[in-house]
């Protein structure tokens, strides 16, 4: 990732709704939600659910998949990984000892590694 698709997620997260709906799919994990279980558990009108989810999977951190007459999203979370690792890579001057527990763990995560 390099700064500029770092700058095209974190405007797409720079918003209330936007963050929220990001954040509970990634809670929802990989099956992701439909478009109105999603606009229900973050207050967003139908239209207002899709403009953000349209920002969101813009900026690749989502992605759409047809089941049946629904349309399900779920986080892409390569994209989240490689966001968290840009984020972190000089974490500490490089010295990852010098890193809090949680930047750790979120390193750890971002590598692939196990919890």
Known sequence: MNSKDAVICLAALANDQRLAIFRLLVKAGPSGLSAGE??????ATPTGGSFHLKELDRAGLIHATRVGRY????????????LLSFLTEDCC?????????????ARRLCKGEAK
């Open 71 to 82: 349309i399900r999203y779920a986080v892409h979370f390569e994209k989240m990984r490689q």
């Open 93 to 105: 001057q490089g010295q990852p000892e010098l890193c809090g527990s949680t930047i750790r763990k």
């Open 38 to 43: 999603i606009a229900e558990a973050v207050g």
